[in-house]
């Protein structure tokens, strides 16, 4: 077993990508806002003034798994990005898929959902408790999660949460405190992304506080 910064590296192949120290393999994007991120005691913290900004983590990544607990302080919209990329649009400041959770109350489109940023996908690809598939031609094919799906009442308001984000593939999803969130399978060759960076987002808007810890890693390509 490998312990560092707070976190538990077991045999499961997962290893901590944050040291619980500092911000060391990650880079804040824009730069000038590097003051939205602190770390104490274990906790990353992002703070924004009104403005948002983007913590990528170093070296892009195809198939993973990743954990981590996040705590909102305040109300508040953040997520993670999935196979990010970076200069692509001039939207967004990060193009891809977006693993996508806020306080609680704030709606099925963002708790839960998953988006895509960037390309002209229609923003949010799937809504809290569904699963899409994302065919070849474009055309969108839902269903609802039927099983251990994820509802508000599951998420503690200002509490740590655990969230657990798998994609292999075409196929990812991601749960919070073990309930499914919602699933996309996109098989859309011409527009999907088959690898980029991760990154934890603090979106634009009122001012807000978000925590995290224990962030882990499992690499598959």
Not at 35 to 43: A, D, E, F, M, P
Not at 112 to 124: I, L, M
Not at 163 to 180: D, P, Q, S, Y
Request: aromatic share 6%.
């Amino acid at each position: 077993l490998l312990v560092t910064g707070g976190t538990l590296a077991a045999a499961d192949g997962f290893q901590p990508i944050f040291d619980g120290k500092s911000l060391k393999g990650w880079k804040v994007i824009p730069a000038a806002k590097r003051g939205h991120w602190s770390v104490r005691k274990g906790i990353l913290k992002g703070q924004t003034d009104g403005k948002g900004s983007d913590l990528m983590l170093e070296g892009e990544l195809g198939d993973f798994e990743l954990k981590l607990e996040y705590r909102l302080r305040t109300n508040g919209n953040s997520g993670i990005h999935v196979r990010g990329l970076l200069g692509v649009s001039k939207t967004h400041t990060v193009t891809g898929y977006h693993a996508d959770f806020g306080h609680v109350g704030i709606g099925p489109k963002v708790l839960g959902a998953w988006d895509f940023h960037g390309y002209p996908r229609g923003d949010c690809l799937t809504t809290r408790g569904v699963e899409v598939t994302i065919q070849e031609d474009g055309k969108k094919v839902f269903s609802d999660i039927v099983k251990n799906a994820l509802e508000p009442s599951h998420v503690n308001k200002r509490g740590w949460n655990r969230v657990h984000v798998i994609v292999k593939g075409h196929v990812m999803e991601f749960t919070i405190n073990g309930k499914l969130c919602s699933r996309v399978i996109d098989e859309e060759k011409k527009k999907r992304i088959d690898k980029g960076l991760i990154g934890l987002q603090l979106h634009g808007g009122p001012p807000m506080t978000i925590e995290f810890r224990k962030i882990l890693l499992k690499r598959s390509r």
